[in-house]
């Protein structure tokens, strides 16, 4: 055993020069010396330097559709603190954009789109257009690939199809989402239509990821929490497992996590029928419970899930609270991550202590 | 057994006019023929009578604090439905308010109060001027426990010491109460004397409701969601089972319903710690889930769960699903609830269509 230990060990100082990629191993389901590590919007308006390149476009959307200021942005977090992953610098709303329902960004207020409710709605979408209206992402990605250390993986993601039809149905963000829940309870089919549509597209566009180079593919479904069990199944788990089997076929070697924040007891649902390669954690999820859950369901990598609130308290409990969730996972695949994104007013300083804390913790 | 059925139908059939209380016997543990039924703001906005006399007063907390008018708005619900509970009708910010932390609702925006941030603030609270301030609350429990049918049960609540802490520090409502978050971190000293001073206020509040003639005392944690695991332990289970504790010295014969919104996975800690006599399920949770968790635990009466938006859409799926339900905690005592408050653009059809089938239903 002290030999095994005196290994990782050595192999753990030599990290930044091996084609090692711990985030991966992770999702094979490998335990590893220590977590592997990326923070949700870890690229973003908490560094200068990203606050220097976004004010050198007119809006949020040109930065995503601009491959060297997005491939610069993406690379920021990874430069600055050594995270294990490199999430892609973009939005889960490319996609309704990319189908034909133009999103805008109105500063300090978020995105805005039309209100989608109709028959008429659904025909306008034309999913022939996605890869020609994306081809800036994917040769961000293209570039990524080709960019990155040995040892960081490059993660594409999606938006998936319920939170992205509940933008399009309220027209922008909201705190229950009930225009879009009402329009599934009174439209079932043209809701069920949509949900397809959106699968098909979610699909297509975390294959193109995948073919330019994405290693892992992440499937925000920010709102998954407003929904009940019976609702969440219908319009988040069975899309997202659908899609995890597709992508299986197309691009067999690129794991998947699925992200459904809020979806409390219902995770059990996800580790047990999603076929997912990690299953992130929100906030609110104790690690204790989600580690004997995905015990007794067979395993599975767990990601999450510090409170990002804790980055700007005091240092030593924000560590403290870092280190209890990776004893809680001990001796399972973990994947380091905050339980929803990094806020704007985090200091640049507290992720660097967390970083460099997690890469001297053992799980 | 059959011998059982049919007295039970006919108990059933001569409901109205028998001094039963169905609410308080499946707060009592007993399973009975059919689920106990309130909703939460089951007297507001969507009814056309309570509109009429709200228009009459100049402010929400007018209504609250003027016996006659909010006696009537809390009858208004038992009268048109034959709700087995009466909740009082109030606010949870009367709290802060009676403690000289006052509360405006500003039409259409909801409430506004100072923020809350330091020591000096703390030192502005005084618990003596609680009763004083809530007398006219508590004489609407007066008249409403001399009014209601004999079979109607009268329930009291007090907002939960976190949820009222996060009001007070953010100043109002908010999405994820990112300040209130923070102040606990930043100021744990501060936060919790916050949290203790509310505690004995809750304590104060419910015990005064109790003796004015509640019947139960429901504790609203609606944002217990927004935290993680150890925070939510410390700042709102924790305290609301030193709340359960005290009033069992108090009141022993008045059972506590908590309803920690959004708690998820850690619905668990609460049937395993916190005392109380039923659990409130929010939307989210599915009730397969939360009787075999509270079977494990030892019993526990649970309350829930129909999404409010079910309301909303066609009347089949709606009864479908609270069939589902009830169906769900068969042989468990349950009190049929929403898993949040009825929208104020539910027509008030719907919901006399779910009482009544509810109340033709088994469980």
Known sequence: LNLVIEEETRLNEVDMTLRRKPLLDRLAGKVGDRPAIWLMRQAGRYLPEYREIRS???SFLELCYTPDLATEVTLQPVRRFGMDGAILFSDILVVPDALGWPVRFVEGEGPRLERFSSQRDLSRLDATRLRGHLAPVYETVRRLEATLPGNVALIGFSGAPWTLAAYMVEGGGAREFHAARLLARQEPGLFADLIEQLTDAVVDHLA?????GAE??????SWAGVLPPQELKRWCLD???????RLKKLCPDVPVILFPRGAGASYVAYARESGASGLGLDTSVPMEWAASMVDRLGGLCLQGNLDPVALLGPPEAMLAEASAIVEAAARRPLIFNLGHGVLPQTSPEAVARLVSHLKSSRS
């Not at 892992?216 to 479904?221: M, S, T």
């Open 56 to 58: 050198q476009t007119r």
């Open 216 to 221: 892992a593919l992440q499937i925000f479904d």
């Open 208 to 212: 193109a990821q995948a073919e330019a």
């Open 239 to 245: 899309p997202c497992s659908r899609i995890v089997a």
